[in-house]
């Protein structure tokens, strides 16, 4: 039997990525009763939102004749995108060969290797994130049919959201004859927050459309030398080339271990098993919507799930401090939009 084409293959794997369920989040904070709405993400093929942008990805690059069926992708990640290429690349019969942070969880690397992708290391010392994409440019440099996705600059990541994310979150959203008044989402590449950001802004240009980072470390501290912050995926040490500041609205800035608290808080209070970028993100939001008033309409995106992170502080008893919003949140209620 002759082989289906690699787009046609790739096509076979749509109903695994993307279409995540709505979750509204019904909680009490300071007293008053409030929803939030978070898109479930971990619920992806690999378990993070990544996979809507390296399904898009090599979709556009098959298309386009970038990617050649069998040719090596090599790709510089702090850990889902490579989880997301590991797997979807070698579904497709590629060599996969991912550069990556020494620092991220080591949960990471093993699933990357599970997934039958070949890891590079680099660490603070070699010069972080930018030395790992000169590494891998130089190794691409000696393929002539490596394909480079190179997620932090490649306007065809911004555009899975803008394809895929925006349009859901309206349409589930308007199933609950609701209309977005403003979106958040933590800046690892920007893909997120543009390209959704960009949908929601063409249906209505009041729409407020927030980055977030983790607070004390802007995404452009320079590799975050010395001390690391916890919200892994978030704020990789440089600003990425997709990510506009101007076109979009105020930086939105969480303290790590409030992410971490409200992290728990989702798994223990709601059953919800997700990632630290979810948690800040869902203080992100409760700020925005702090901001514009209770009834604000104010989403955003669970981008994965916690078990990548058991080896992390998620997992273990972290300190209240002063300024923490998590403890001042009783959640109540969840209901899944499909
Ligand atoms: N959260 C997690 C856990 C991530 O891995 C990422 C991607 N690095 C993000 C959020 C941010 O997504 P984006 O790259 O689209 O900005």
Redesign the pocket.
């Given at each position: 039997m002759q082989q289906a084409k690699p787009l046609s293959r790739l096509h076979g794997l749509s109903s695994l990525v993307g279409n995540t369920p709505l979750l509204a989040i019904a909680l009490e904070y300071r007293g008053r009763r409030r929803t939030l709405y978070a898109k479930a993400e971990y619920l992806n093929m690999t378990g993070?939102?990544?996979d809507r942008?390296a399904y898009n990805i090599m979709a556009r690059g098959y298309a386009g004749g970038a990617l050649i069926p069998g040719a090596p992708i090599i790709e510089v990640?702090?850990?889902?995108?490579g989880i997301s290429f590991a797997a979807i690349g070698r579904a497709l019969g590629h060599p996969v060969t991912i550069l990556m942070p020494d620092w991220v969880s080591r949960e990471r690397a093993m699933l990357i290797n599970g997934y039958g992708a070949e890891i590079i290391f680099f660490s603070k010392k070699d010069g972080g994130f930018t030395a790992g994409i000169s590494r891998a440019q130089e190794l691409a440099g000696a393929n002539a049919n490596a394909f480079r996705p190179s997620?932090f600059a490649n306007e065809d990541?911004s555009e899975a959201?803008f394809l895929t994310t925006g349009p859901e979150l309206w349409r589930q959203l308007q199933a609950c004859s609701l209309h977005p008044d403003a979106f958040v989402?933590?800046?690892?590449?920007?893909?997120?927050?543009m390209g959704c950001g960009r949908f929601l802004r063409e249906r209505n240009p009041a729409i407020r459309v927030h980055p977030l980072e983790p607070a004390g470390f802007p995404i452009d501290h320079p590799g975050c030398q010395g001390k690391e912050h916890r919200?892994?995926?978030?704020s990789?040490g440089f600003l990425?080339p997709i990510l506009d500041l101007d076109a979009i609205d105020e930086m939105v800035r969480v303290d790590d271990g409030d992410a971490i608290l409200m992290a728990q808080k989702l798994a223990g209070q709601l059953g919800l098993g997700v990632?630290?970028?979810?948690g800040a993100n869902l203080l992100g939001a409760l700020q925005v919507q702090d901001e514009m008033g209770d009834q604000a309409v104010v989403a955003t995106?669970f981008?994965?799930d916690n078990k990548k992170y058991l080896s992390t502080d998620l997992f273990r008893e972290v300190p209240v401090r002063e300024g923490f919003r998590s403890p001042a949140i009783n959640l109540l209620n969840l209901t899944a939009v499909s």
């Open positions: 993070s939102i990544k942008m990640t702090s850990g889902n995108t997620q990541n959201h989402a933590g800046v690892g590449t920007g893909g997120t927050v919200i892994e995926g978030l990789d990425p990632g630290i970028s979810s995106i981008a994965d």
